[in-house]
């Protein structure tokens, strides 16, 4: 459960560190310590991949 999420979590760590985690955090409403319960849905997915981008202005590499 959540491993796409927690995946983003660490692409977002590699490029904006711990305030580029925290803003993903926000945008998604789901914190790195709750990812791994949450299921990884297509639509948590796409929330996850839209704020990747509006954060760092790149696309999300994983889907």
Same mark, same amino acid.
Request: hydrophobic share 40%; proline share 5%; net charge positive.
């Given at each position: @459960?959540?491993?796409? @999420?927690?995946?983003?979590?660490?692409?977002? #760590?590699?490029?904006?560190?711990?305030?580029?985690? @925290?803003?993903?955090? @926000?945008?998604? /409403?789901? $914190? &790195?310590? #709750?990812?791994?319960?949450? $299921?990884? /849905?297509?639509?948590?997915?796409?929330?996850?991949? &839209?704020?990747?981008?509006?954060?760092?202005?790149?696309?999300? $590499?994983? #889907?």
């Amino acid at each position: @459960m959540g491993q796409k @999420m927690l995946a983003i979590y660490e692409e977002i #760590k590699k490029t904006e560190g711990l305030r580029g985690q @925290m803003r993903l955090a @926000m945008l998604t /409403s789901i $914190p &790195s310590a #709750k990812a791994n319960e949450i $299921p990884d /849905s297509a639509d948590v997915i796409a929330k996850f991949a &839209s704020a990747f981008k509006e954060i760092t202005q790149k696309e999300c $590499p994983i #889907k």
